[in-house]
């Protein structure tokens, strides 16, 4: 079982940036697959993000803005999200599952989840 913690949210500017946390708890974090999702008012909650030890992956909105990493010492992983726009404003999950899965972008594919962190942008 994983336990997964975020923090980090908060209100921002546009333009401004924000890195969200994720606290995990399990000996064997530096393996798990993880990601960031998000969700906004009336809408599904979307892939953003994800890593394995090595590869990085995202959705085409949020590249070249935001940066997945992972502190394998503690057992964290986070999101810089730089240069926020109206269009980021959402509830940020993080995600974890204990293996790769070539359809990341799907919930489905996540065994874990945190609660959330609220991300509020104003223009």
């Known amino acids: 079982q994983v336990q997964l913690v975020e923090s980090g949210g908060g209100l921002v500017q546009a333009g401004g940036s924000l890195r969200l946390s994720c606290a995990a708890s399990?000996?064997?974090?530096?393996?798990?697959?993880m990601g960031w999702f998000r969700q906004a008012p009336g809408k599904e909650r979307e892939f953003v993000a994800a890593?394995?030890?090595?590869?990085?992956f995202y959705t085409d909105s949020v590249k070249g803005r935001f940066t997945i990493s992972r502190d394998n010492a503690k057992n964290t992983v986070y999101l810089q999200m730089n240069n926020l726009k109206p269009e980021d404003p959402a509830v940020y999950y993080c995600?974890?599952?204990?293996?790769?899965?070539?359809?990341?972008?799907?919930?489905?594919?996540?065994?874990?989840w945190g609660q959330g962190t609220q991300v509020t942008v104003s223009s």
């Open positions: 995600a974890a599952n204990s293996a790769y899965s070539i359809s990341y972008s799907q919930e489905k594919n996540w065994a874990y």
């Open positions: 890593l394995t030890r090595i590869n990085t």
């Open positions: 399990g000996r064997t974090f530096s393996t798990y697959f």
